[in-house]
């Protein structure tokens, strides 16, 4: 897109990108880096950021879904891609002959994947995903010696090669809740078994981005951080982007859809939640939660018009939302910042999320398919 387009958009800062895979490269020097690019890159665009990550060193890329590494794939992007979120029946000779690498939680998957590797002719590459503790995805500990064996006896007819141990954390975001070290513990006896059934695995991997942050005990092989890559604090009690050492890489804006003086007492959006305590100006954003503005932010979410924040007065409705401006003066057409970089005065997806009693996570990753993608140091 060539012309910034007038009603809501995000812009993304490819460099933010490549600048947060350096500094989390940084904290796990002895790694390689898998940079976890599903939901959209968290909302940021998966095609672009899949790129600057691999720019700036990502030597993997990770997606939830064979159907996002199978898009990546189709649009050009090399090198080593895992999909990990798999359903009977699921694109596995797609996956194979499309060189991805496939995680592996239990015995039908590992099924399913010999059988598409020997229609496709080529041994799959598979990553078996051990349960440590999340209680999700992955196979039990007491379930992992015969999936082992069975990878095992896969490898030796050649229909299969492991090329990774891996598990996931539930509480990386809690430095020193107790069930991180339990994990940990439970993941290297799941390793020792399969190493010493003769599986040598090319990476071991475990650390999303609060683990890569502060846990460097949890790196092994290989990190796999997502949230991070795109300048957003995993927990407000790791600290805020720039105290991690990371840039925010979205900035949400709008233009001012309307500016308009009213009277004292004057409701404002759906249900009246808001009364005007006096006459003052409001300013309405064009952008709504059918965009992704979390209605539970009504009457809470920051915004910056004019040099001030100011808050959501009222309910978030679908398509738009007003803000009080108490009395300033703005323009139809000015800019209103929904969230960006704090260091530049901005309210940030940490704040849309405290203002929604929800994560980081999912203020990024929900902005929707009708905000246009605005890409800087593409
Ligand atoms: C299996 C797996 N690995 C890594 C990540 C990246 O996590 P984070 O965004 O906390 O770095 C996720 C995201 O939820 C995941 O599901």
Redesign the pocket.
């Known amino acids: 897109m060539n012309e910034t387009p007038t009603r809501v958009y995000a812009e993304i800062d490819l460099d933010a990108v490549r600048e947060n895979v350096r500094a989390l490269r940084e904290r796990a020097p002895r790694a390689e880096l898998m940079a976890?690019v599903?939901a959209d890159a968290?909302g940021h665009g998966a095609l672009a950021c899949a790129k600057a990550a691999q720019d700036a060193g990502a030597t993997w890329l990770?997606t939830?879904t064979p159907d996002e590494a199978l898009a990546l794939r189709a649009a050009g992007i090399e090198g080593r891609i895992l999909c990990?979120l798999w359903t009977p029946g699921g694109p596995w000779q797609e996956a194979v002959e499309a060189d991805l690498d496939v995680s592996v939680s239990g015995l039908w998957a590992l099924d399913e994947v010999r059988k598409a590797a020997g229609a496709a002719g080529r041994t799959a590459r598979i990553q078996l995903k051990a349960d440590t503790g999340l209680g999700r995805?992955g196979c039990q500990p007491a379930d992992w010696e015969a999936l082992v064996a069975a990878a095992v006896a896969a490898q030796a007819e050649g229909t299969v090669r492991v090329t990774g141990l891996w598990s996931?954390f539930a509480c990386?975001?809690e430095p020193g809740h107790p069930s991180i070290q339990l994990q940990l513990a439970a993941f290297r006896d799941m390793l020792a078994h399969a190493e010493k059934e003769g599986i040598e695995p090319e990476v071991r991997h475990m650390a999303?981005?609060?683990a890569?942050l502060t846990l460097p005990e949890s790196h092994f092989d290989l990190v796999?951080?997502?949230?991070?890559?795109y300048g957003v604090s995993?927990a407000p009690e790791l600290g805020t982007p720039a105290e991690l050492g990371l840039r925010p890489a979205m900035t949400l804006k709008a233009s001012l859809a309307l500016v308009k003086t009213v009277p004292a007492g004057h409701g404002v959006s759906y249900g009246h939640h808001y009364v005007t305590d006096a006459e003052t100006t409001l300013a309405l954003i064009p952008a709504g939660y059918a965009d992704g503005i979390p209605r539970h932010a009504s009457g809470r979410g920051p915004v910056l018009v004019g040099g001030k924040i100011r808050h959501v007065a009222g309910r978030v409705a679908m398509d738009q939302f007003v803000v009080d401006l108490d009395g300033d003066h703005a323009r139809v057409g000015d800019e209103a910042v929904i969230f960006g970089d704090a260091e530049r005065g901005e309210p940030t997806a940490e704040d849309w999320a405290r203002a929604a009693d929800t994560i980081a996570?999912e203020i990024v990753t929900r902005i929707g398919g009708r905000v246009p993608r605005v890409y800087l140091g593409g």
Not at 224 to 229: K, N, Y
């Open positions: 976890v599903k968290y990770g939830a990990w995805n996931h990386a975001d999303n981005s609060p890569t796999r951080p997502g949230l991070a890559l995993p996570y």
